[in-house]
């Protein structure tokens, strides 16, 4: 089971989307209470990364055209009426 979700960053009005097997590790990774084995964009975003909407894909394959379609103009504007 793959979870696709959005952080959000209110310092830097910053908005993150992924997909990953794990949303609680991967949560703990963009807040820095686990380490990255690289300097990834949410690392480089101080603050706290709140987790603003999540869904899951029973595929890794459908996880990914999720995660692009909440890319899309259309998703950020779905995801923009999620930040409160």
């Known amino acids: 089971m793959f979870s696709v979700y959005v952080v959000y960053n209110r310092i830097y009005n910053k908005i993150y989307i992924g997909y990953t097997s794990d949303l609680e590790a991967r949560l703990k990774r963009h807040n820095g209470i686990l380490k990255?084995?690289?300097?990834?964009?949410?690392?480089?975003?101080?603050?706290?990364?709140?987790?603003?909407?999540?869904?899951?894909?029973?595929?890794?394959?459908?996880?990914?055209?999720?995660?692009?379609?909440?890319k899309s103009y259309r998703g950020r504007e779905f995801i923009k009426s999620k930040i409160k």
């Open 36 to 70: 990255n084995k690289k300097k990834s964009f949410t690392s480089k975003n101080k603050g706290k990364w709140e987790l603003i909407y999540s869904e899951q894909s029973s595929t890794r394959k459908d996880a990914i055209k999720r995660e692009k379609e909440l």
